[in-house]
């Protein structure tokens, strides 16, 4: 007894997957058409160009299964992944993109905790020069100088690292707050 006939509409359907799952895979990595066909070049599949990998992309031009297998070695991925992926497959995509968006957070962060840290060495040490003054001929400059310094003791008196961490617990349970419907915003 033979088996039934594979149905030619799964065929299409999978010629199709395969297809977005190029695009989508190239377009990830930020790769263009003619990337993709270069590292094609570099993984050994000859005749391949960025003509190719558009017609490939639209559905345009089969894809023999020695193509497949390196389109899916090049991607780091499986052709069965790329026919077929696992439709729990983009909840992983998902937690995959906000890690990089927490890591590309936490790097913005850093950089602004070393430029404040510098900043406020610099502030450190232009308070000391400012308290050293103590012949001012403007009343007027004697009177700002003195304001700068109440704000300069108040701003040191709490040590920046636990200023920091004040701020962005605060700033963590505020947003937590608000987007939980518990704060309100005051107008």
Same mark, same amino acid.
Not at 66 to 75: I, P
Not at 79 to 94: F, L, N, Q, S
Not at 104 to 127: C, G, P, W, Y
């Given at each position: 007894?033979?088996? &039934?006939?594979? &149905?030619?509409?799964?065929?299409?359907?999978?010629?199709? %997957?395969?297809?977005?799952?190029?695009?989508?895979?190239?377009?990830?990595?930020?790769?263009?058409?003619? +990337?993709?066909?270069?590292?094609?070049?570099?993984?050994?599949?000859?005749?391949?160009?960025?003509?190719?990998?558009?017609?490939?992309?639209?559905?345009?031009? !089969?894809?023999?299964?020695?193509?497949?297998? $390196?389109? $899916? %070695?090049?991607?780091?991925?499986?052709?069965?992944?790329?026919?077929?992926?696992?439709?729990? +497959?983009?909840?992983?995509?998902?937690?995959? +993109?906000?890690? $990089?968006?927490?890591? *590309?957070?936490?790097?913005?962060?850093?950089?602004?905790?070393?430029?404040?840290?510098?900043?406020?060495?610099?502030?450190?040490?232009?308070?000391?020069?400012?308290?050293? =003054?103590?012949?001012?001929?403007? !009343?007027?400059?004697?009177?700002?100088? %003195?304001?700068?310094? =109440?704000?300069?003791?108040?701003?040191?008196?709490?040590?920046? *690292?636990?200023?920091?961490?004040?701020? =962005?617990?605060?700033? =963590?349970?505020?947003? %937590?707050?608000?987007?939980?419907?518990?704060?309100?915003?005051? &107008?």
């Amino acid at each position: 007894m033979n088996p &039934p006939p594979y &149905p030619r509409d799964l065929n299409a359907h999978d010629d199709a %997957r395969f297809a977005e799952s190029v695009k989508r895979l190239r377009e990830e990595r930020g790769w263009s058409q003619g +990337e993709l066909a270069r590292q094609l070049l570099a993984a050994g599949m000859e005749g391949f160009h960025q003509t190719t990998v558009s017609r490939i992309e639209k559905g345009e031009r !089969p894809v023999r299964l020695g193509e497949a297998r $390196a389109l $899916a %070695r090049v991607f780091d991925t499986s052709v069965d992944r790329m026919v077929a992926p696992e439709p729990r +497959e983009k909840y992983i995509r998902g937690v995959e +993109e906000l890690f $990089a968006k927490v890591g *590309e957070d936490v790097r913005q962060i850093e950089a602004a905790v070393k430029s404040l840290t510098q900043v406020n060495m610099q502030l450190e040490q232009a308070v000391s020069a400012l308290g050293e =003054i103590d012949d001012w001929a403007d !009343p007027e400059l004697e009177e700002r100088a %003195r304001g700068q310094l =109440i704000l300069a003791e108040a701003h040191f008196w709490l040590p920046l *690292e636990k200023g920091l961490c004040r701020l =962005i617990s605060d700033t =963590i349970n505020m947003e %937590r707050d608000k987007l939980n419907g518990k704060h309100q915003e005051t &107008p």
